[in-house]
């Protein structure tokens, strides 16, 4: 299986902060990463997909780059709906695997 | 606009069995593979189960491996989960996910909004 890991776990910051979260693929996925932003008692909602593009109706402070087995999101000026837990999630084979999640917390 | 609405979830004894479903709207329910993927209380995203269009070929988490069950009635636009010889570990809100292709790897890009299955005597 291919195992996802995200950093930091919890990451504390500010409104109009730049915040980069990481995740780190076990072995290559090439492009075939998805980043998924959830917030309390709701299902998750699609962000990007193949690494870094960008989902119709999401705001463009979101962006997502990478390849191989190291990849990001980037939001670049937090705003205060931005507060939740993010996923990424590798579909390049089954099982599909997502990471353990990223607390996004108000400093 | 794609709605998908799960249902049959509750409260089961350990080795006890329940039939989930996910009602589909919007979308041509035949043309996309079809997941379900749980989340523990307090915990992360965990994929389970995923069923091809057409509901020939399916592929399942080991963890579930033997006990769960995906199906789906096209004609009913129904995905199902049919779990079986629960365990405290399977407690958790199931989502239903629809494929963003019409095949196996694409990311899942409508969710339905859980229901919850809780195992315990």
């Known amino acids: 299986d291919i195992q996802m890991t995200q950093s930091p776990s919890t990451l504390s910051a500010s409104v109009g902060d730049r915040v980069t979260i990481t995740c780190r693929a076990s072995?290559?996925?090439?492009?075939?990463l998805a980043w998924y932003q959830q917030k309390p008692g709701k299902a998750p909602n699609l962000l990007i997909y193949k690494a870094s593009s960008l989902e119709s109706g999401v705001p463009s402070r979101f962006s997502g780059s990478g390849s191989g087995t190291e990849f990001s999101l980037t939001i670049s000026s937090l705003q205060p709906d931005d507060f939740a837990t993010y996923y990424c999630?590798?579909?390049?084979?089954?099982?599909?695997?997502f990471g353990q999640g990223t607390k996004l917390e108000i400093k | 606009e794609v709605q998908l609405v799960e249902s049959g979830g509750g409260l089961v004894q350990p080795g006890g069995s329940l039939r989930l479903s996910c009602a589909a709207s919007g979308f041509d329910l035949s043309a996309y593979p079809m997941s379900w993927v749980r989340q523990a209380p307090g915990k992360g995203l965990e994929w389970v189960s995923a069923i091809v269009g057409s509901g020939g070929t399916t592929y399942s988490a080991d963890s579930v491996k033997g006990r769960f069950t995906i199906s789906r009635d096209n004609s009913k636009n129904t995905l199902h989960l049919q779990v079986n010889s629960l365990r405290a570990e399977d407690t958790a809100v199931y989502y239903c996910?629809?494929?963003?292709?019409?095949?196996?790897?694409?990311?899942?890009?409508?969710w339905g909004q859980g229901t919850l299955v809780t195992v315990s005597s």
């Open positions: 072995q290559s996925i090439s492009s075939w």
């Open positions: 999630q590798q579909y390049k084979t089954f099982p599909y695997t």
């Open positions: 996910a629809k494929d963003s292709l019409n095949r196996f790897g694409g990311y899942f890009d409508y």
